[in-house]
Nanobody, 124 residues
Framework: VQLQASGGGLVQAGGSLRLSCAVSGLAFSRYTVAWFRQAPGKERDFVAAIRYSSGTVYADSVKGRFTISRQNAENTVFLQMTSLKPEDTADYYC???????????????????WGQGTLVTVSS
């Protein structure tokens, strides 16, 4: 199983970025995929998740600014980030799990598979 996150970079405040998470080695359409982020010296925080049914959940801090979507034909999940703020600066990670339930979505320990991070830096 492999999750490959990409799309990070340096952007000015107010700008946009789109992250991608390419997944291989599992029945992608049956999995929930989530994005987490971790700033230096801080814990890994939930950002957004998309269920196998395409239902979505967002952290309050990103609602209205970030959009998570999936393309099952491409085994890929996207995170479109707009109106970026300096506090969005972090390493962004994607994670996948087949049996995770709604109440578990924000908790990193409940995901079976993880990709490497992609760094997003938002300058003020």
């Amino acid at each position: 199983v492999q999750l490959q996150a990409s799309g990070g970079g340096l952007v000015q405040a107010g700008g946009s970025l789109r992250l991608s998470c390419a997944v291989s080695g599992l029945a992608f359409s049956r999995y929930t995929v989530a994005w987490f982020r971790q700033a230096p010296g801080k814990e890994r925080d939930f950002v957004a998740a998309i269920r196998y049914s395409s239902g979505t959940v967002y952290a309050d801090s990103v609602k209205g600014r970030f959009t998570i979507s999936r393309q099952n034909a491409e085994n890929t999940v996207f995170l479109q980030m707009t109106s970026l703020k300096p506090e969005d600066t972090a390493d962004y990670y994607c994670a996948a799990d087949r049996s995770i339930i709604y109440s578990q979505l924000p908790y990193p320990d409940d995901y079976d598979y993880w990709g490497q991070g992609t760094l997003v830096t938002v300058s003020s």
